[in-house]
Each structure stands twice: as C-alpha cells, then as structure tokens.
C-alpha cells in the first residue's frame, strides 16, 4: 500500500486482506509443529539471506546508523527471538495439566488447558529499532499458530518497503502481510476486527489503538515507553556504574524504550560519576560528529525536539555537560545528530524531566537518603524500566519491593529486555500486557481449559439433582463452613 487512498479506499483493501488471511486461518485447521516451525526457519532465512539490505535500508531511514548497531540490535536479536522460540515450541503447545476439583480427580476427571491460536494477530511497530520490533512479536505470534498483518512505522520507509517485498517473497500475503503507509492506515489498521493487536510506540498513539480495538472487543498488547529511572547506590563501584549507564545510554542515539531517562547519583560521588561518563564516550566514540558509529537522530523533528530539551534548559541555567569534544555538540539539523548531554539536577517542570527524552540526553539528579528517591519515582507514571546499581542487598530488595516498573536490570542497562525467558512489557502508563518466550506464546494464544468426566455421575451421588433433600443438606453442610 503505496499509492494515496482515501480512508474508506484504505479500509477496504485492509479488510481485504484479513479476510483472505482468515479464510486461510480456518481452511488449516490444526496448526502443526512443522507448519509453526517451518515459518519460523523463513524468518530466519529472510534476515540471514538479505542481511547486507536491510542494514543499507535501515541507514538510509536514519542517515546515519553503522550496519554493527543493525546487526546486533534489529537481525542478531531477531534470529535469536526465533531459535528461543522454535527451540522451545513443542514444550509449549503440549497440554497444560491441571487438577479437576475434589472428589472429581480421583474418580477419573482430567482437567487441562489447549492453547490454540487465535487467528489473525496485528503488529504495529515502530522506527527506533525498525526490524526487531517486526520479528520480535511475530516469533511469538507465529509459534502460537497465528497469522499476521504487520504495519511498520512510517518514519522507516526503506525498511517498511524493504520488508514489504521480502515478506512478499519468503511468505505467502494469507500467512503475513505487510501494509505501509502513514497515519491513515495506522488509523484504519488500529479499527480493523482482529484476534490482537499489539502496538509498540508512543503512549499517545497507544491510547488510540486501544480505543479503536476497544470498539471491535480487540484484545491488545501495548508496549509504550516513559522515563525509566536509574538508581546508584553508595555501595556501588561509581566507575563501573558510570561505564555501563553511560553504554547503555548511548546505544542507538538513546533512541530506546527502555534507554535509562533520569539517574540518581549520590551527591558525594557526582563529580567522579561526570568524569567517567566522558572517559567513556571518549573511549567509544572519539568523535561524534562524522562518526558512523554514534547513531543519528531519526530526522530533523526528533533532532529538534531532542536539542529543544537542551536548549531550554540552558536557558534556566542548569548545568549542562556534553560528552564530546569541543565544537561536536550539534550537527546541523539536516544531518540531526546529537552528542550525548548530562543534564546536572534539572528543575522538575522543566520539559526534558516531563517527556519521555528518547534520545542522547541523560537528566542526573544528586541524592542522599532513599527515601525521597523512591518519593519521586513512585510519585511519577510507572516507567517501563528501572535500573539499579550497588551492593547492598537489602537496598536492592526494598528498590525491588517499593517500586513498581514493567521490568527491571540490576547492575546492568535493558538486560531483561534481551532474556528471551523473561516476560517484556509494561504496566499502567508504560504499557498493557507483554510477550516474550513462553509469556508470547501465552499471550498470542487462547487459553482453552477443558474438563473430562470421569466414570461417576457426582451429581446423582451427592444428590444435587431436584429433587432437593435431607442428602443435598448433609453435602451443603459439610462444605460451607469455615
């Protein structure tokens, strides 16, 4: 879908396709191991086969985003989402054994749980990391037997007509399709009646999908982002602390869900903390500006947005410490790369502590007791992730206990996210649901608890059948009571 349409031209061609791929859902029948496990070793083939491509399309969406940051973040992870999830995939579809209730279980009642697909899934993704965010979800849905209908994000046209074509030639358009295209086909991709629908991106746009699937009784998945605090604890090694925030930071231009937004410092240690986080990008990236490896701005609106956070709190005159050398601070708009910036203790109000940065700005907020520090994250909208550093147990425990975050990485940057074992997504603002591993297969599956009668007819033998007796009164009595 290249060509303007107009909204009712988009919403017909969509229905279109879900239908043909509907149709082709329930002609299957019983989705086998081999058909799940044979789709899956497509994907794997398409991205191993067309690797040198997709990295030339995904750079040329940026306009600047070295094929090393592509191939460890947008194929390596995909390919390993698909082996987790095909390695895996017999386990999960056996029957879930459960216990039929009292007498019932020993008078040969069987109780368990069928996961089958549930049909048609939708996947809306997004351009930070345009690739991944397509194959991650689709493991799941796959391997739960679904279908799908993918809608890339606008902002990566190269890679969304990379992926159209590709997709087109490894699969048949009634197993996965890919639709392009701006907001109007989000929009009506969003209202079309489903079997799921996950989203991944801004909170405002999420908001939208789940009332456009709310109207049809869509299940939804909405993985959404927010500003994801860091705590260092004294008894952290500030260096080491310093080395992997500042990595993590820095990883795709900051363009991340789960990029760390503010961090807590002790303020004995600030001083020590700043000088690491320039040794460190001074050892990484020697140079910013010119460098392929230091990940642009997606375009010239987010560079804008990204610098305005800078810019605004330069005006307040706060402390402002940009990890680069001298003169690469900024590039010109049209080439929209940002160097790293610190901002040092940033008012609240001010717009780089309100919005979620998404880009390479790290607030740092000096403390000396815990207290308030768990005070001002749990005051805010739960963040998509928290990170913790230090050695102190029992602190660990209560950041654990106190704080409520849809993951979290101890010692170390967005970890949790590349566990495959582990369940990723948010909760409240940051997000509804989640995927991953066993938790996808779940979560793209329908949950069928089945019942199997044993040899005794139980209602005739504990008289609960009309009519009602001294034999119901006995049986009554015996189960209602404290």
């Known amino acids: 879908m290249n060509a303007p349409y107009n909204d009712q031209g988009v919403a017909a061609e969509l229905q279109l396709i879900l239908d043909n791929q509907r149709q082709a859902f329930r002609a299957e029948g019983h989705v086998e191991l081999a058909t799940r496990i044979d789709r899956l070793d497509r994907c794997i083939a398409l991205l191993v086969d067309n690797k040198q491509a997709i990295c030339d ?126 907001p109007e086909v989000g929009a009506a991709f969003s209202a079309l009646k489903l079997d799921h629908v996950i989203f991944t991106g801004a909170t405002s746009i999420g908001r939208l999908v789940g009332k456009a699937a709310a109207d049809n009784m869509v299940p939804v998945t909405l993985e959404l982002g927010g500003k994801s605090p860091v705590i260092i604890s004294p008894s952290a090694d500030i260096n080491k602390a310093a080395e992997t925030i500042i990595t993590g930071k820095s990883m795709n231009g900051g363009q991340l869900c789960v990029s760390p937004d503010y961090c807590f410092v002790p303020q004995s240690k600030l001083e020590t903390f700043i000088k690491r986080c320039r040794d460190v990008i001074a050892e990484q990236f020697p140079r910013i500006q010119g460098n392929p490896d230091f990940v642009a701005c997606i375009n010239e609106r987010h560079y804008e947005r990204v610098k305005g956070y800078i810019d605004e709190a330069a005006e307040r005159g706060m402390r402002i410490v940009p990890l680069c050398p001298p003169g690469e601070e900024m590039s010109a708009p049209a080439e929209h790369k940002l160097a790293l910036h610190l901002i040092v203790n940033p008012d609240n109000d001010l717009a780089c502590m309100q919005d979620e940065i998404f880009g390479a700005v790290l607030n740092i907020k000096t403390y000396d007791d815990l207290d308030p520090v768990l005070e001002f994250i749990n005051d805010r909208e739960r963040p998509l992730a928290l990170y913790y550093f230090g050695e102190d147990e029992t602190e660990q425990a209560r950041v654990l206990n106190e704080t409520i975050s849809g993951g979290v990485s101890i010692n170390q ?8 074992d582990l369940p990723f997504g948010g909760i409240g603002h940051s997000g509804t649901g989640n995927y991953r591993g066993f938790d996808g297969f779940r979560t793209f599956s329908h949950a069928r608890g089945v019942y199997r009668e044993g040899w005794v007819n139980m209602a005739k033998l504990a008289g609960t059948l009309p009519p009602y007796g001294q034999k119901l009164d006995k049986m009554l009595d015996s189960q209602i009571k404290k």
């Open 413 to 420: 940057i967005a970890m949790h996210v590349a566990c495959d």
């Open 57 to 182: 399309a995904v750079d040329k969406d940026f306009q600047g985003r070295s094929p090393y940051v592509t191939q460890m973040m947008d194929i390596m992870n995909s390919i390993g989402s698909l082996k987790f999830v095909k390695k895996n995939l017999k386990k999960w579809m056996k029957p879930e054994k459960r216990s039929p209730f009292m007498p019932m279980n020993f008078l040969g009642a069987k109780a368990y749980v069928k996961y089958q697909p549930k049909g048609v899934v939708g996947i809306m993704t997004p351009w930070n990391v345009p690739v991944n965010m397509i194959f991650s979800p689709l493991a799941d849905v796959l391997g739960a037997g679904n279908r799908a209908m993918i809608k890339p994000s606008e902002f990566t046209p190269h890679t969304a007509e990379l992926m159209r074509k590709l997709f087109a030639q490894y699969f048949e358009e009634t197993e996965i399709s890919i639709v392009t295209g701006g």
